[in-house]
């Protein structure tokens, strides 16, 4: 099995996780959502180790995402399954009370960024924290010119594009945004709170 490597999960994950420590500091089961290589998982489980962190993820990624985990050896991290908003069930057994996903709302269609709000907040227990990474508009607008360029090309490519947070918040029924953070890089942390 081969690592993949990020730069950009590489540059964004110590900024990342100082907001985790915060958010995620009462949670015990986390669900990332979208693990790609594998990098933040073994980054945030070593540096959380009060949780146990569940990686998912389309099953081409699964073999980087096992390699980083061979290489870290950490006990609170688990081998990743495959999940699809729409294609499988959530996952009640892990008995999950918080969410975390990084960069993959923007590369999702719009009905299945949809359908991760609504599955998120309908599946999280009262109290249950859901941080979720990227670029997002505010307001109708893009946060900078490369940020529009980036929405641009992927839109170009076939993906569903930058969100605007107030379509996440109109789709988050049975959350509430309790935290906006602005990110390097014109990305946010967005800070979601099962009520």
């Known amino acids: 099995m081969s690592k993949s490597f990020s730069p950009s999960c590489d540059r964004n994950q110590q900024a990342i996780i100082e907001q985790l420590a915060v958010y995620f500091k009462n949670a015990k089961q986390i669900l990332e959502i979208g693990s790609g290589t594998g990098q933040h998982a073994v980054f945030f489980a070593q540096r959380l180790p009060h949780v146990t962190w569940h990686t998912s993820d389309m099953l081409e990624n699964h073999d980087s995402i096992k390699a980083w985990m061979d290489e870290a050896q950490l006990s609170n991290l688990v081998?990743?399954?495959?999940?699809?908003?729409?294609?499988?069930?959530?996952?009640?057994?892990l008995s999950l009370d918080a969410v975390f996903t990084a960069n993959t709302?923007?590369?999702?269609?719009?009905?299945?960024?949809?359908?991760?709000?609504?599955t998120v907040a309908q599946n999280l227990p009262k109290g249950g924290v859901f941080c979720q990474y990227g670029p997002m508009n505010v307001d109708g607008e893009y946060t900078s010119e490369g940020n529009r360029d980036f929405d641009q090309s992927l839109r170009e490519g076939g993906y569903g594009g930058i969100c605007d947070i107030a379509d996440l918040t109109k789709w988050a029924t049975g959350m509430t945004l309790v935290d906006k953070v602005a990110m390097p890089a014109n990305n946010f942390l967005l800070v979601w709170k099962a009520i």
């Open 105 to 118: 709302t923007h590369i999702m269609q719009r009905k299945d960024a949809k359908l991760m709000m609504e």
């Open 79 to 93: 081998v990743p399954f495959e999940f699809h908003f729409g294609k499988h069930t959530w996952p009640d057994q």
